[in-house]
């Protein structure tokens, strides 16, 4: 498979986008009064302890008070203990953030620290050891799995590692550099958490440009292009000091048609936002993400391209899982996800559309369990979440719908005036009343409910005056009183 990166990069925002085989598998958006938190390590103070919940709010400087449950506090006895004798109010604790502020929740920390780097994690206060499930070959498990037990064994304090998918067929001298690397960086975190007081930083992750060299380049990567001199120089040395296989592969883009435009990413971009996607078939996927899951519906439409129904119906969701799969790399939908595929009767298409979707998620760089089909037909999965999706980056909720996806039609403000005037009417004495209201609703009260105003002018024996406000909503109407 082959693979491209671009990095696109304006002052206060950065873009990345993965290409594979030339059609766009994944974006992701850094804004820099926005950047992601996953990976910082903070100095923080306990502002309160729940022990019904089993958990504590810490303050680390953001928005928000941080979560932290009893079960991501490391306790050296290895047996869970309550929140109460782990931490205490106005106690200081050193924490990394695990997962982002999303929606209403602040932001979810964990005191088991990890410590990423080009081939391995570095997990401090730890004595295991792991291989990636992507690096499939058992005996390259076992050579990386031998390899870091020395590692481990060798290392003064308690030290755990985990090889990462590009650490498969790396020599151990390049293991060795990158572990010693990572000793030292937490060695300096320990050093100032000792020196500064809470609230405090202890230590930031890359920024997205260089965190996608360490994170995203692969064997399977042809090139990266970037747009910007000053990343591009910052790139080159990052992966002369740490990737020196990908040196070549990182390339200046000087174009003058704008990086994101070669792949018709910006186009990629704009329908991700959209409820509905097309597929090639003519059928087509609903897409609705709640705050507590995403559903997914997988629809027919207009295709009618084969013999049976049955058949139509198989090739529509074989189609619809490898659009599912894209999409939620695309949006970076995580969490609960329900798809709700075409009903199928023939349980031989039922498996094979789940293995298409089993293949299709195994490209996926976050970690998916599908679980069965439900007694209901549907397929519940997980996608792990740690930043905001593309959808909670680039917008925010419609001021008119206040979120609903819908607006009351200008025939129910029309009987809502109504119920408001008989109420004020019979409240005050008044000459008139003057009702203010979005064109769109004055033109409907001025013709489709002109009898109803007249009838209701004659019942309360006062005038109606109407006045249009372009600046007002369909659902927004005041009732004066004159």
């Not at 730890?126 to 060798?154: C, H, T, Y």
Request: charged share 30%; proline share 3%; glycine share 6%.
């Amino acid at each position: 498979m082959n693979e491209e990166i671009l990095i696109n990069v304006t002052p206060p925002e950065t873009r990345v986008a993965v290409i594979e085989n030339g059609v766009v598998q994944e974006i992701i958006i850094e804004r820099t009064a926005r950047r992601g938190l996953v990976g910082n390590i903070y100095k923080g103070k306990v502002c309160r302890v729940l022990p019904g919940m089993q958990a504590a709010f810490v303050d680390v400087g953001l928005e928000r008070a941080a979560f932290l449950h009893a079960s991501d506090i490391y306790c050296t006895s290895g047996r869970e203990q309550p929140i109460t004798e782990l931490v205490r109010e106005g106690g200081e604790i050193v924490v990394q953030v695990v997962k982002d502020p999303l929606g209403s929740k602040g932001a979810r920390l964990t005191t088991n620290v990890s410590i990423p780097s080009r081939y391995m994690v570095f997990m401090p206060n730890m004595r295991s050891v792991g291989v990636s499930q992507k690096i499939e070959d058992e005996d390259e498990r076992v050579r990386l799995r031998e390899i870091l037990a020395r590692f481990a064994a060798e290392s003064e304090l308690p030290a755990g590692f985990i090889a990462r998918t590009a650490a498969e067929g790396i020599g151990e001298e390049a293991l060795r550099q990158d572990m010693l690397y990572l000793q030292r960086l937490w060695q300096s975190i320990k050093e100032k958490a000792r020196n500064v007081k809470a609230v405090e930083v202890l230590h930031e992750d890359l920024p997205l440009g260089l965190r996608a060299l360490r994170d995203l380049v692969g064997p399977e990567v042809e090139r990266v292009r970037i747009d910007s001199r000053s990343t591009f120089e910052k790139a080159r040395q990052f992966a002369h000091k740490f990737l020196p296989d990908a040196d070549t592969q990182i390339e200046y883009y000087p174009g003058e048609r704008p990086i994101f435009d070669l792949y018709g990413v910006e186009d990629e971009i704009q329908k991700a936002l959209r409820r509905t996607v097309e597929l090639k078939s003519g059928g087509h996927l609903v897409i609705d993400q709640t705050e507590a899951m995403t559903t997914i519906d997988v629809n027919t439409g207009a295709f009618v391209g084969h013999r049976t129904l049955e058949e139509t119906i198989f090739k529509t969701n074989l189609e619809a899982a490898q659009a599912i799969c894209r999409q939620l790399r695309l949006r970076n939908l995580g969490g609960i996800i329900i798809i709700d595929f075409i009903d199928m009767t023939d349980l031989d298409h039922k498996r094979q559309v789940i293995r298409a979707l089993e293949r299709c998620l195994a490209r996926d760089h976050a970690k998916t369990h599908i679980s069965e089909v439900s007694s209901l037909g549907l397929v519940e999965m997980t996608r792990k979440r740690t930043r905001e999706s593309l959808e909670h980056v680039l917008c925010e909720t419609c001021p008119t719908c206040r979120g609903r996806g819908s607006i009351k039609t200008a025939e129910t403000t029309c009987y809502e005036i109504f119920r408001e005037i008989l109420r004020e009417a019979r409240q005050f004495d008044v000459e008139q009343l003057l009702v203010l209201a979005a064109p769109d609703v004055i033109d409907r009260l001025l013709d489709e409910e002109s009898q109803n105003l007249a009838e209701l002018e004659q019942f309360i024996g006062k005038p109606i005056k109407l006045q249009a406000e372009a600046l007002y909503t369909q659902e927004q109407y005041d009732v004066v009183l004159v």
